[in-house]
Structure formats: C-alpha cells, structure tokens
Nanobody
Framework: QVQLAESGGGLVQAGESLTLSCAAS???????AGWYRQAPGQQRELVAS???????TYQDSVKGRFTISRDNAKITVYLQMNSLKPEDTAVYYC????????WGRGTQVTVSS
C-alpha cells in the first residue's frame, strides 16, 4: 500500500524559513502533487500544487513566499516556505490532487510572532 510521509515541520519565529518534504513509498507515480494545510478548527486547504511537468499554482496567501518543487525520480515533493507568518501555523500534508491517496500524518508547522 502506498504511504505518504511528510517531514520538516517545526517551531519557528515569524520571518524564518522551513522546507517540508513528502516522500511516497511504493511503486507508483503522482501526477499533480499538492501541499495542503489544516489549521485548528479549519478545513484542510490546498496551498500549492505542481504537475509532473513542473507547472505550479499557489494559494494567494502564500504567493511569493512558498515554492513547491518535486523530484520525480525520488517521488518526493518539497515545499520551501520563506517569510513565515503566524497564520501559516497548521499541519501540512501532501497528496495527489486529482487521485488522492490515503492521507499521511502530516507535519506540524508552528510560527510564533
């Protein structure tokens, strides 16, 4: 069974950076990969996505601060997060946007002011 494992979260101060990684086990391919986040009491939302060809989209709130990338050979997706804000605090997940797999545990990102 394919499993997604997110890592790289942590506690940082506003303005600092983090890089998240998402590794997928098993032999399969993710076409359009997405990073999602879920803040306490909020619904999970799509933050950024990237196609196999490298076309990216971003939620307006993270444009210019977050960068999504992928390594197709390693089936790994990254999210570089710069200039972090307290409102970025959430659990971050990755998944296939159009053919979602079982959700991983996510990685907690906490940004203090």
């Amino acid at each position: 069974q394919v499993q997604l494992a997110e890592s790289g979260g942590g506690l940082v101060q506003a303005g600092e950076s983090l890089t998240l990684s998402c590794a997928a086990s098993g032999r399969f391919r993710i076409n359009t990969a997405g990073w999602y986040r879920q803040a306490p009491g909020q619904q999970r939302e799509l933050v950024a996505s990237i196609t196999r060809g490298g076309v990216t989209t971003y939620q307006d709130s993270v444009k210019g601060r977050f960068t999504i990338s992928r390594d197709n050979a390693k089936i790994t997706v990254y999210l570089q997060m710069n200039s972090l804000k307290p409102e970025d605090t959430a659990v971050y997940y990755c998944n296939d946007v159009y053919n979602p797999l079982s959700w991983g545990r996510g990685t907690q990102v906490t940004v203090s002011s």
